[in-house]
């Protein structure tokens, strides 16, 4: 079963604008991670933000957790035609590795 | 490029067959994940294995198996397929609890 949603399930912004995607999940967690997915292919894994971190940057990417809201967003700043993908995030449960995902935000990026 | 590979990348074949799935992790990951991916379940967590023991199991059904073998290298046996075992499997590795990096995936489809 799923951990969480992801809000929105698609999202459409102009090349330049910022893009941002939340994820809500049910249980306390170890760690969470955002993946993306190009149209079905593999999963690339872009950050990890650990239990005890608020916030985490990496290039164009900002990832923030709130863990009293048992909430997660990631920002794409400027965001470019070649970010279009689905993107998920995981949340990896305390005590274990496994990753449980949310559904997905399918981001379309228009030239 | 992930570092993890997985083949065959495409599997086609027909209900009550059986088919082996094979995953390289990492150079120096002892940890191997597998999951499915479905149009309608999503990303589901199925078996994990750390160095050759298995270590958590999800959703994953009877009829499926696993096994770690003393290189580390993986296989997923999946037998008596249906036509709901069309999907995407994924295996992922990693350093215990740290980021999962995910191969490129075989897409089962199952006739």
């Known amino acids: 079963s799923q951990q969480g949603e992801e809000d929105p399930q698609a999202l459409s912004i102009q090349e330049g604008e910022n893009a941002t995607m939340n994820c809500s999940y049910k249980t306390s967690i170890n760690n969470l991670q955002w993946y993306r997915q190009n149209s079905g ?44 993908a689905s993107y998920f995030c995981a949340t990896g449960v305390i005590g274990g590795g496994k990753l449980i995902f949310g559904q997905g935000t399918e981001l379309s990026v228009k030239p | 490029d992930s570092g993890v590979t997985q083949t065959p990348k495409h599997l086609i074949t027909a209900t009550g067959q059986r088919v082996t ?45 696993a096994q770690q073998f003393p290189d580390l290298h993986s296989e997923l046996n999946l037998s008596s397929l249906e036509l709901g075992d069309s999907a995407l499997y994924f295996c992922a590795s990693s350093a215990l609890g740290g980021e999962q990096f995910f191969g490129p995936g075989t897409r089962l489809t199952v006739l």
């Open chain 2, 21 to 65: 799935l094979r995953c390289s992790p990492r150079s120096g990951d002892l940890s191997v994940y597998w999951y499915q991916q479905s149009l309608d379940q999503g990303l589901q967590f199925l078996i994990q294995y750390y160095n050759g023991e298995e270590r958590a199991k999800g959703n994953i059904l009877e009829r499926f198996s």
């Open chain 1, 41 to 84: 292919r593999g999963l690339v894994h872009l950050i990890l933000i650990r239990s005890n971190e608020r916030e985490k940057h990496s290039g164009r990417l900002r990832v923030t957790l709130d863990t009293s809201k048992k909430s997660s967003s990631l920002l794409i700043t400027a965001s470019r035609a070649a970010d279009t």
